[in-house]
């Protein structure tokens, strides 16, 4: 990967109205929609309309939304805007991965990552800029957490990612799994995903293609599985003990493993949906035929499938990818032992696509600006 070839279109200006005089539309439900064109004395369907064209049609101006009264869209114009962030970086690898760097309005940076692998376009998407948890390895948490990101900061990734695509191609699987701890900003995140998951005006994914990745706050996981959003859960452990894993995970120390077991547990009694473990192998530290001993004891008896990621090296940490001989033992005792595993390839590693690692380059290499491409397309 090399910034070194920045194609000479200028970043994308911000826009004008990004100081708050205008209504963020993502931000909005559409009974609030409702409200603001039933006062204004149109019917309530435009509503309807109006989010068609932003989450399906893929409009990026009122002025496009050509079914509409031009009255309208000249109240809405002069009302609203539609997005709010500048896309201060985009890569695109040759494993067609790509990721958008977005500034948001108060200039907090936050990262998503559109991902092809056959039929499928998953989106990789951020919760927060930074992040509290503070994983060793990991690069969003290393100057913590600055805020929380709003339900339309979380929505304007995904409509950014979806207008990479070509116009008859869709997105199909959501995974949040970008900056931040999802489930320490669970509402906004479900107010989002509700849109996501909307076939009537949304985006219209399944919820079974929609996944939310935790650290483990069982409080939140216990949330989660009330609200009756049957969303894919995916916690990730890192190691099979406290020990370790206070280690890795240093939030770790004020919940433990056992009570994440426990409302693991839970929420598949109450959702009947799968779990999935995330396990990041890091060369000597979590990779030995021990630990994957110690993950057979745990998992054992649960429907839960373990997905392992070998680390995707941070510049500046002292963090490894495992050899291979070690990733092949640490496979077979998992195997053996009757666990669900699958090894999940990396992608994207020349354009930073390990959460939080662009955003971190880029503050080193402020100069560099513009589209940079790794590869001849
Ligand atoms: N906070 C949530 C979601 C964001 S992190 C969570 O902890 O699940 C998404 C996943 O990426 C986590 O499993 C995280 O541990 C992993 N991850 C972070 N940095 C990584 C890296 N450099 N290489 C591989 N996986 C990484």
Known sequence: MTFENPIETPV???????????????????????????????????ARQILTWIYQKRADSFDAMTDLPKGLRAQLASAFEIFRSVTAAHQKSVDGTEKLLLQLADGGRIECVLLRDGPRRSICVSSQVGCAMGCVFCASGLDGVERNLSRGEILEQMLKLQRLLEPDDRLSHIVMMGM????????????????????????????????????????????????????QLAISLHAPNDELRNRLVPVNKSIGIESIMQAADRYFQRTGRRLTFEYVLLGGLN????????????LRGRTAMLNVIPYNPVPGLPYETPSPEAIHLFRKTLIDGGINVMFRQRKGDEIQAACGQLRRLREREPQVVGISHTSSE
């Open 180 to 231: 931040g701890e999802p489930l320490a900003n669970l509402p906004r995140v479900l107010e989002a995903l509700g849109v996501a998951k909307d076939s009537q005006y949304g985006l219209g994914i399944s919820p079974r293609r929609i996944t939310i990745s935790t650290v483990g706050l069982p409080p939140a996981i216990d949330k989660l599985a009330e609200s009756d959003s049957p969303y």
């Open 12 to 46: 994308e200006s911000a826009p004008v109205d990004a100081t708050g005089q205008h209504h963020y539309l993502l931000d909005w439900s559409e009974a609030q929609l409702i409200d603001w064109l039933l006062e204004r004395g149109w019917p309530k369907f435009r």
């Open 287 to 298: 990779d030995s035929v021990a630990c994957a001993k110690e993950l057979v004891s745990l």
